[in-house]
């Protein structure tokens, strides 16, 4: 994660609430409003934060709930299936029987692998998390 993204992270994380205002960030990290949109947006995109809006006002409120980490590795699962049919279509572009063709497949190979070991983690994550902190 690049520094600016992984520090206002670490901020929301560790703030009692889980959740900040642009302003609060900027103020408690003492960067410009600037580096705190660039950041944010960032860790919007990655399903690390999310946005809410103060109820009665215009400001924007930061998010970090405690499901996050299962929130981001769950929306992974689109980049990996992105990633699968590329090289799908690379190994059969190339040849399977090539030697590009070949490491394409044994990387198609790993990325199935992991999709796989990745929906079954985070199910048993989903139990653990119910068994230890209760439902939600």
Request: proline letters at 4%; aromatic letters at 8%; a neutral charge.
């Amino acid at each position: 994660m690049p520094r600016m993204p992984a520090r206002v992270f670490a901020a929301l994380l560790s703030s009692d609430e889980g959740s900040m205002t642009s302003a609060d960030l900027g103020d408690q990290l003492r960067i410009s409003p600037a580096a705190v949109s660039g950041a944010v947006r960032y860790l919007a995109q990655t399903h690390m934060v999310s946005r809410e809006r103060e109820p009665g006002s215009r400001r924007e409120r930061y998010r970090v709930r405690g499901d996050q980490w299962y929130e981001a590795l769950t929306n992974r699962e689109a980049v990996l299936k992105r990633w699968e049919g590329a090289l799908r279509e690379g190994v059969t572009s190339l040849g399977a029987d090539t030697p590009a063709g070949r490491r394409m497949a044994e990387t198609l190979a790993f990325f199935e692998f992991v999709e796989r070991e990745v929906v079954d983690m985070m199910e048993r994550w989903r139990l653990y998390r119910e068994k230890t902190f209760g439902p939600e």
